[in-house]
């Protein structure tokens, strides 16, 4: 991953953020989420004994999710 990482930046002049095992989790708890999985689910997958872990720690969201949901709520 790392030399992927490097490959990539000495080519591309925007340059790649650090990414790592642990961010490739991070951002498929989010995505999981987002996509509307059961968070039970999301934390027996994720191996979290604790579901604050899960929705706390590990799915980032933000206002555009929550507007997104708020328009597909509504029907619009």
Known sequence: MKHICQKYNRIYKVQMPRVTPHVCRHTFCSNMAKS???????????????????????????????SEELRRLSGN
């Open 36 to 66: 509307g999985m059961n968070p039970k689910t999301l934390q027996y997958i994720m191996g979290h004994s604790d579901i604050g872990v899960t929705l706390n720690t590990y799915t980032h969201l933000d206002f555009e999710d929550a």
